[in-house]
């Protein structure tokens, strides 16, 4: 499990357009503080493969171009009746986009996508989302290798699907009740429309950069943790507290060299019980940013622990922006909190964090 300040060099293109009253932003822009403004935002920074041709990164825009669509189906009519058959059948070296068109039912397998096999989609109906599930922990296979689904390769893409570990939630002197849904460890990868469920560790955000959008995050204890260099947007975050410490992030930045934190815009935070922290400290770089977040009655006043480890203090980097809603009080604040300027939070609030001009695209349609 998972804490880190980050210092993101990015190069922000502000293009000002004044038409009437609106006010039009080219690509990598940062949020707009309106929530309401934000699908349009998405389409003007996020447009289709066809308009994007020589700006993506060029594996990946070879890669789009020929798709193919395998179909899971646990009623016999795909290709597949389970999704590590049809992972197998996808060669290690693929070049190109594969979609495996998930259909309707709970399928209880632990999975890995290879690092050897990028490009791949996991794709479930709307409506008829895909439960994928498995009772892994800490104890049987470490934290690490605990997950539902592990996701090692590059370019990786998810939507509209559910991700469960249905480890029971530990107790307070359980030992190795960690289980993890999701484990992210490839690059580039982005998810749309995910629901993830688990107690201890549900997401493993774990190296290099990943975007989220729109998703469903279900936990107890640093249930969004790792060394992730991720943008998380349109999410609801539901803590299930009541019982012991109760940390939404434990996020694993080590030292000023390294390059990674989490950033949540305009997210929902939501559960049950009085004591929910939006996180501590793993290691002494931990680096986590809410703007523009919406945070429900259920936050500790000091909303922040440096996981009593008060050489961290000074290097820490725990911000906050402009959110809304009775957990964002500011009064009984942690000391560690940062009350970050527009300047200081900009960097957090677009694509450009994470580089998503070059990889990120349009949800799937299949």
Known sequence: MASKHIGFSIKLTLTVVFLTSQVVLSADTPMPPDKTQLGQWFSNNVKPLESRKGTLDSELEAAEQGKTVIKV??????????????LKSIPSGNKKRVILHIGPGTYKEKIVVEATKPFITFYGTPGQMPTLTYGGTAKQYGTVESGTLSVLSDYFVGTNIIVRNSAPRPGLNTVGGQAVALRVSGDKATFYNCQLYSYQ??????????????????????????????????????????????????????STKEDNGFSFV????????????????????????????????IFNKEGWSDNNKKEFDKTLYFGEYMNTGPGADATGRSKLTRKLTYSEVQNYLGLGMIEGSKWILPPPKV
Do not use: M, P
């Open 201 to 254: 560790d549900t997401l493993l955000d774990d190296a290099k950069r990943h975007f989220f959008k729109d998703c469903f995050i279900e936990g107890t204890v640093d249930y969004i943790f790792g060394s992730g260099k991720s943008l998380y947007v349109n999410c609801e975050l539901r803590t299930l507290g009541d019982e012991g410490f109760t940390f939404i992030t434990a996020q694993a930045r080590k």
């Open 266 to 297: 305009h997210c929902e935070l939501t559960g049950t019980g009085k004591g929910v922290y939006l996180g501590r400290a793993w290691f002494g770089y931990s680096t986590v940013i809410f703007s523009y977040c919406n945070l429900g009655n």
């Open 73 to 86: 189906s646990q009623d016999g009519k795909g290709q597949f009746k389970t999704i590590t058959d049809a």
